[in-house]
């Protein structure tokens, strides 16, 4: 069955930078398309960014674009969160997850990795 | 882009009904027949229950069921059980290429 893991969570200062992973298995990673969403503590969901199974195509939630990027490397089964100019409002628990078939089938989630921006 | 619009929170008794609604606008819910449906249990990661407005994954319990009608979508649970209680969101593909959810509703299972 496909499984998802993510790491690299921690505790950050405000300006700061951090990099999540997300290590996928049993199932052809580079068919699939990967996101990354976030959840801040008590609040709902939010999509965060989207690519494609061979990394040419990139989208991502204006709250994040141009401080955020997603990449992937497809011979580690990977893809990954770049964070940069880390605010207090990006504190959340951060889930990957992978897009089957359309535009809407968020079939696998990882467990989240918790980031905390705080001085 | 704005998120969904889901009541904060909704409630039935066991072997009840219930009906989440979900609205959006013509560039979202309303534009695509590309909504889903996520059941998320306390300090647990989503679930998807629903997909392409009307689709059950594998493994998934029919009693949970999906409808759309123009920018608004609903998600029906029949049967309710108390397994059942927790927060569910819906989400929508956008005309910009992104993904927008709703704010979530609490199900309590009286």
């Known amino acids: 069955e496909a499984q998802l893991v993510e790491s690299g969570g921690g505790s950050v200062q405000p300006g700061g930078s951090l990099r999540l992973s997300c290590e996928a298995s049993?199932?052809?990673?580079?068919?699939?398309?990967m996101n990354w969403f976030r959840q801040a503590p008590g609040k709902g969901l939010e999509w965060v960014a989207f690519i494609s199974g061979r990394g040419t195509t990139t989208y991502y939630a204006d709250s994040v674009k141009g401080r955020f990027t997603i990449s992937r490397d497809n011979a580690k089964d990977s893809v990954f969160l770049q964070m940069n100019s880390l605010r207090a409002e990006d504190t959340a628990v951060y889930y990957c997850?992978?897009?089957?078939?359309?535009?809407?089938?968020?079939?696998?989630w990882g467990q989240g990795t918790l980031v905390t921006v705080s001085s | 882009q704005s998120a969904l619009t889901q009541p904060a929170s909704v409630s039935g008794s066991p072997g009840q009904s219930i009906t989440i609604s979900c609205t959006g606008t013509?560039?979202?819910?309303?534009?695509?027949?590309?909504v889903s449906w996520y059941q998320q249990h306390p300090g647990k990661a989503p679930k998807l229950i629903i997909y392409?407005?009307?689709k059950w994954p594998s493994g998934v319990s029919n009693r949970f069921s999906g409808s759309k009608s123009g920018n608004t979508a609903s998600l029906t649970i029949s049967g309710l059980q108390a397994e059942d209680e927790a927060d569910y969101y819906c989400s929508s593909h956008t005309s910009s290429s992104t993904w927008v959810f709703g704010g979530g509703t609490k199900l309590t299972v009286l």
């Open positions: 013509s560039s979202d819910i309303g534009g695509y027949n590309y």
């Open positions: 997850a992978r897009l089957a078939v359309g535009w809407s089938k968020f079939d696998y």
């Open positions: 049993g199932f052809s990673f580079i068919s699939y398309e």
């Open positions: 392409d407005v009307t």
